[in-house]
Structure formats: C-alpha cells, structure tokens
C-alpha cells in the first residue's frame, strides 16, 4: 500500500498507516480522532463521539480546556527546555504551588507516570538504606496483587498480569506481593528490611477496585508502627477524578509520598511528580537521579494552570456530585451485576454470558460514546469532570441499548 500520511482520508487508511508502521503494544477501537473539545472528540470523517474515558484520567479537564491550552501557548512563546542544568522561572514556583496544593514539602517532577513510581522506588530504597538502616542491597517494598504501576522493567516486575510480564524477564528483585484490600497480609509481609508499601487507593486497571474501608488507615498505621514508608500511587485516581483532591483523602489518610500523573499535564503533554516528606525526597544528591524533560518550563507552566484549577475545589465539587448521579444512573441498567468507583471513575461489571468489554466497547462506539474494557467483563467509565448530567444521560442510555440489544 502506497500512501502518504497526508494523502490518507479515510479512517481505514490511517488505520492501515499505524498497523503497518507503530509497534502493536495496543488494540485501539476503530476510530480515528482529528479533533476534540471539552467532552467530545470528532473523527477524521466529522462524526462526534461523547468521551467517556478521558485518557484514562489524563483528560480531567477536558479536552483544550482554555485555561490550560492558554498556559501552553504563553509558555510556547517564551521557552520549552532548558534541562536542568540550569533554572528556569517556572520550576520553583510549580513545585512550591503542588506542594502547597497537597500538602506536601518537596517535590520531585518528572514526565511519566511509570518514570514517577520509578523515582518513588528509588528514593524509598535509599531513604531506607540512609535513614531506617536497612543492610544495603536488601530493602523490600511491599505491593499489592492485580496492581498497575506502570510498564518498565522493574514495575511489571511486581505485576500479578502476566500478560504484562511473559517474556520480559529477568525481573527486579525486592518486593512482596500481598492480596489488595487485605491489610493483616501488609501486616505480616512487613519485616526490618521493609522501605516502604506501594498502594493505588483505587486500583484502576484491576477494575475500578475500592479496597475495604479503613484499608488505607490501617496501611497507614503498620507504616507507622514499624519505620515504613507509605507511597500512594494517586496517577489515576488523583487530582479530582474522586470527588477528593486525592483518593486516599476519603479515608483522611497521609502518605509519605505520592505519585502523581495523568491530569497534571492538563491533556496536553506528560507531567508526573513524586511529592512528599522533604525528609524522605531529601536524600536524592545532584547526579544521583534526573530527567532531562523532566520539570521543563513548558511542563511547569501547563502544571501551574491545572494546580490553579484544582484550587478553586470546582472540579473536586463536580466529580462528587456528578459521580452521584453517574453511579446512581449505572446502577439501574439491567445486564450489569456491579457497578464499582467513586465520584466520575466507574467500573461497570457485565453478567456473566452477556457480551465482553471489549464488544460493549466496540458497540458503544458504533452508538456515538467511546469507552474502553479493562479485564474481559469490565467497562472503565471516567469521563471528563467537564461532562454534563445531559451528556451523562446520553453515555448511559447508549450503554443499556447496548446491554439491552445483547439481551
């Protein structure tokens, strides 16, 4: 097939491109996006769809939201990299309003999501080494089963999906795995080589899971009683996606560390942060540890806009009260057995016999509303915290013809 990207109209010719030419690492759905704003996104044939993944929790705004794409062109205009080897005017202020926003003392800004758990990895082991005076070479952190942290070497080597992990062996040493939401198995995984435990308050990709109530106090609590550090991995779930500026505030919870991700680059390009204790960060020296994107000013000016965002508690406001309405309107569909999340962050569990996600996927599509399966049975529903009660209306309804047609 002859074709160049320009010349390419349909969007089973851009489909063709990217078979032919990108690695397959995804399974998209057919659709090809061209352009996008606030809750909806236009293929290259004109046709609308409404999102109702929001880039996995990237999008929390929206997409364009004008405030954040208003940053990007200012900063566009007057600088995008230094590296750090030098300082730009961007980077103390961002790092001073996210700890400021979190509550927090430091802040170390990096680029992935992945790269941020890797730093968190990083500085624990150190901080126990340093710090707790663990022997070198033999600190252990402690996760928890069906995680998802990311795709590098070292995370997927603590993955329970093995799909994540076949063939990419050998794998990391140093981590404990224990049953999520079970927190006596933290307890007894915990021993004086432990650094620290690794836990999402809400495990995304696993299916949009909320551990017990008081898991995280009393994660908290082991950490507490025994020098263990407690890194809470907010890259989906934090940032308002909740109802709460971070999961772990439902339980009035306090990490050491955080990662944080996704929404913090506003839709625009990727930003993460660990942020936390200036006690535990502190132990990173110059030329232990960096990024050459990492904290740039155009990533800095775009995080500043999504901070000012966030501290006006609209979009916090809107995910619990439109999230209400989401899981309340799920909740009624026939076909689904469970419907599980907090704020606008669902996971939306098919009968057993009905169709997989990825045909409820694919038949929504056909109807206008772009969703994604995470495992074989479950729809992830995160829509952009812009989205309106109409247009969740419109999402569900679509859902349940769905649902209803397999019927």
Wanted: proline fraction near 4%; aromatic fraction near 6%.
């Amino acid at each position: 097939m002859t074709l160049t990207a320009d010349a390419a109209t349909t969007s089973a010719e851009y489909i063709a491109l990217d078979e032919r030419w990108s690695t397959h690492n995804y399974h998209p759905l057919p659709v090809v996006i061209a352009e996008a704003e606030g809750a909806w996104v236009t293929d290259v044939r004109g046709r609308r769809y409404l999102d109702f993944l929001a880039g996995y929790s990237a999008l929390n705004f929206g997409h364009r939201h004008p405030d954040l794409v208003a940053a990007a062109h200012a900063q566009l205009d007057r600088l995008t990299l230094t590296s750090r080897a030098f300082h730009h005017d961007q980077m103390g202020l961002f790092c001073r309003e996210l700890a400021e926003l979190t509550g927090t003392e430091m802040v170390l800004p990096m680029n992935s999501g992945a790269e941020a758990v890797e730093s968190a990895v990083k500085v624990a082991r150190k901080w126990a080494y340093q710090v707790k005076g663990v022997p070198a070479g033999t600190a252990e952190i402690v996760v928890a089963g069906s995680n998802f942290h990311g795709r590098t070497t070292t995370i997927v080597s603590f993955s329970t999906d093995e799909v994540a992990r076949r063939d990419f062996g050998p794998f990391t040493p140093g981590f404990r795995v224990v049953e999520y939401g079970d927190a006596d198995a933290i307890r007894n995984a915990v021993t004086d080589r432990t650094a620290a435990v690794l836990i999402e308050p809400i495990q995304g990709e696993a299916g949009v899971i909320v551990p017990p109530d008081g898991y995280l106090r009393a994660i908290r609590q082991i950490c507490d009683d025994n020098q263990v550090l407690f890194i809470a991995d907010e890259i989906q779930s934090g940032l308002a996606r909740t109802g709460e500026l971070l999961a772990s505030d439902h339980e009035g919870v306090r990490a050491d560390l955080y990662t944080l991700g996704k929404a913090l680059g506003g839709g625009i390009m990727p930003v993460s942060a660990v942020v936390g204790r200036r006690d535990v960060l502190g132990v990173l020296r110059p030329g232990e540890h960096g990024s050459t994107f990492g904290g740039n000013p155009l990533a800095c000016a775009i995080g500043r806009a999504v901070i000012k965002l966030l501290a006006t508690g609209e979009f916090q406001e809107r995910s619990r009260e439109l999230g209400k309405y989401l899981h309340s309107r799920l909740n009624e569909l026939d076909g689904v057995t469970s419907v599980r999340g907090r704020g606008l962050w669902a996971g939306v569990e098919i009968a057993p016999g009905g169709l997989t996600g990825r045909q409820a996927s694919e038949a929504l599509a056909e109807r206008g509303v772009l969703c994604k399966e995470t495992q074989d049975t479950t729809l992830r529903v995160a829509p952009p915290l812009v989205i309106t009660r109409d247009e969740i209306d419109l999402g569900v309804t679509a859902l349940a013809e769905v649902l209803g047609a397999n019927g």
